[in-house]
């Protein structure tokens, strides 16, 4: 027979079971989460708010990407600039291989022209020293321009070289005169009717560009040195050469004070710039890349409508 009742048994079984443990306290920031900070929060909090923390109003890189498509814009600057920098810098190398190939074409000796010029073959030996003789044909010249030289402005004349019976006749770019000596008549020291020998460069064509003017010789005004319509308008073949000036640098001022034309120095100046480019793109690429960077660290801006939608999250 059992010692105890039913209800004894009831009651000493409710006294051994385990009892809920009793809750944590509750700071009251934690109370204030718990009670719905969206309810609480956001009226006072009216327009924005800007927190910086990572979860949950931050947004990742990916939704600073979604939110703001500039931003893809600047992260793509970096990136761009940085190939064209790349670019400048094979450009860089292209200009030093070029000049180094025309300076080995100005130390060889001097060739002659021979008899039939190939115009094809021109560009092969284009900057090479040539050496031509025969009679300047001044009737057939013309002088283009402006030029200038060591401050004075003046012209450029170019007159066809009459070589001889079964010779192409060529054209000369004789070298440069002042302003005042324009007219043939007005420098009868040039007007030679001997024959001549001399030594210069032959020359390509130049590259025409957008900004590149047009001559009208029915008007007498050459600016561009188009060798086919120097040639066709003097009757030579379309081949230039540039006369060289080496001898007396104290008659230079003479000459050019009497009129007769004043040939080119022996050099080559290439504008040669890339590096200054090159350096200019990497930067810009630096610059954009701190400035994508610093956008993608800087706080997020979040609307009160957007913070009571995360706070229900919670």
Request: overall charge positive.
């Amino acid at each position: 027979m059992s010692l105890f009742t039913s209800t004894a048994r009831a009651s000493l079984r409710a006294s051994v079971r385990p009892q809920p443990s009793a809750a944590p306290p509750t700071s009251p920031s934690a109370a204030l989460w718990r009670t719905g900070p969206s309810l609480q929060l956001a009226p006072a909090f009216p327009h924005t708010v800007r927190h910086a923390s990572s979860v949950p109003f931050s947004q990742t890189a990916r939704d600073r990407l979604r939110a703001r498509p500039f931003l893809l814009l600047v992260g793509l600057m970096p990136i761009f600039t940085f190939g064209l920098g790349c670019w400048q810098v094979k450009r860089l190398q292209w200009k030093l291989d070029l000049i180094d190939q025309l300076d080995r074409k100005l130390h060889q000796d001097p060739v002659r022209l021979p008899a039939r010029i190939d115009t094809a073959a021109i560009p092969e030996f284009a900057w090479r020293k040539v050496f031509v003789t025969g009679t300047l044909d001044h009737e057939h010249s013309i002088e283009l321009g402006p030029k200038t030289r060591d401050g004075q402005l003046g012209y450029h004349v170019f007159t066809p070289l009459v070589r001889g019976e079964g010779q192409d006749t060529i054209i000369v770019n004789r070298g440069f005169v002042k302003r005042e000596y324009k007219e043939a008549e007005s420098r009868p020291a040039s007007l030679t009717n001997e024959p001549v020998a001399l030594v210069g460069m032959l020359r390509e064509q130049e590259p025409r560009n957008s900004f590149t003017t047009v001559n009208e010789p029915e008007k007498g005004q050459w600016t561009f040195s188009d060798i086919a319509e120097i040639a066709r308008f003097t009757g030579a073949e379309p081949v230039l050469v540039d006369q060289i000036y080496e001898d007396n640098p104290g008659k230079v001022e003479l000459f050019i004070r009497e009129g007769v034309p004043v040939g080119r120095a022996a050099n080559i100046e290439l504008r040669n710039m890339h590096l200054t480019y090159a350096g200019t793109w990497f930067a810009l690429s630096l610059a954009t890349a701190f400035m994508f960077f610093r956008l993608m660290r800087r706080p997020t801006t979040v609307t009160a409508a957007q913070y009571r939608s995360a706070s229900k999250q919670l």
